[in-house]
C-alpha cells in the first residue's frame, strides 16, 4: 500500500462548479497537510498548508484534514478555467521531513 | 524577494553519461531538496541538504548525489544514466522548522536520457 494515494482523474467539470479533490493516507505520524497546484511543465506552487485535523479558508479553497479516517480534502467553490492544474495533496511527518506525494489529479475547468 | 531557480530548464543525454543539475535557494532559505517526478506521478524524495550537509536521503541509488554551498545553492549529481532517470527534477527551499514547514519549488529540470 502506497502512504499516501490520490485519485489521478482526469477530472473535468465546468466552470462555476464546486470541485472537491480527495487523497487518504496510511501513516499516523503525518500531522502537516500541503496541497500543491502543478500547472503544466511547471513546478508545484504551494496552494494551501493545514496543521492536524480541522478545517483550513483561503479565498475559494478549503483544506480538510481528518485525521481519524486518515482524509485529506481540498475543495474549489466557483472553479474557474485558471483552476485547470494538477493539485498534489503532499503529507509531512514534521518539519524539515521529506514531503510524500500523491500522484496528483488532473483537473479541467471548462469555460 | 527571488523564488527558486533552477538551470538547465531542459537536458537530453544518453544512457552512461553524467548529469549536474542546479538550484538556487530561495532568499534566506537555508534547507534544499530535491524530487525526482517521473511522468503522470508525483514528485518522489531523493534527498535534502541543511548546512551544506545531508540531512536525510530518500530510495535512490548512490549514483545520486548533491552539494549545498555556503550561499545555499545546490547541486545534483546523476551518474551512469539510466533510461529510468528520465524525469522532471524539482529543487525545493526552506527555512529548516521543528513544526511543518513550507517547501517552496523551482520550475524544473526536464532531464530526458536516450
Known amino acids: 500500500q502506497k502512504e499516501v494515494e490520490q485519485d489521478p482523474g482526469p477530472l473535468s467539470v465546468p466552470e462555476g462548479a464546486i470541485v472537491s479533490l480527495n487523497c487518504t493516507y496510511s501513516?499516523?505520524?503525518?500531522?502537516?497537510f500541503m496541497w500543491y497546484r502543478q500547472y503544466s511543465r511547471k513546478g508545484p506552487e504551494l496552494l494551501m498548508y493545514?496543521?492536524?485535523?480541522g478545517n483550513k479558508e483561503d479565498g475559494r479553497f478549503t483544506a480538510q484534514v481528518d485525521k481519524s479516517s486518515k482524509y485529506i480534502s481540498l475543495f474549489i467553490r466557483d472553479s474557474q478555467p485558471s483552476d485547470s492544474a494538477t493539485y498534489l495533496c503532499?503529507?509531512?511527518?514534521?518539519?524539515?521531513?521529506?514531503?510524500?506525494f500523491g500522484k496528483g489529479t488532473r483537473l479541467s475547468v471548462i469555460a | 524577494e527571488t523564488g527558486v531557480t533552477q538551470s538547465p530548464t531542459h537536458l537530453i543525454k544518453t544512457r552512461g553519461q553524467q548529469v549536474t543539475l542546479r538550484c538556487s535557494s530561495q532568499?534566506?532559505?537555508?534547507?534544499v531538496s530535491w524530487y525526482q517526478q517521473a511522468l503522470g506521478q508525483g514528485p518522489q524524495f531523493i534527498f535534502q541538504?541543511?548546512?551544506?550537509?545531508?540531512?536525510g536521503r530518500g530510495n535512490f541509488p548512490p549514483r545520486f548525489s548533491g552539494l549545498q554551498f555556503p550561499n545555499y545553492s545546490s547541486e545534483l549529481n546523476v551518474n551512469a544514466l539510466e533510461l529510468d532517470d528520465s524525469a522532471l527534477y524539482l529543487c525545493?527551499?526552506?527555512?529548516?522548522?521543528?513544526?511543518?514547514?513550507?517547501?517552496?519549488f523551482g520550475p524544473g529540470t526536464r532531464l530526458t536520457v536516450l
Open positions: 525545493a527551499s526552506s527555512l529548516p522548522s521543528p513544526v511543518g514547514n513550507e517547501q517552496f
Open positions: 501513516n499516523s505520524a503525518f500531522q502537516y
Open positions: 493545514t496543521y492536524s485535523s
Open positions: 503532499a503529507p509531512q511527518r514534521s518539519g524539515n521531513t521529506p514531503l510524500v
Open positions: 532568499s534566506g532559505h537555508n534547507t
Open positions: 541538504y541543511y548546512r551544506e550537509e545531508e540531512n
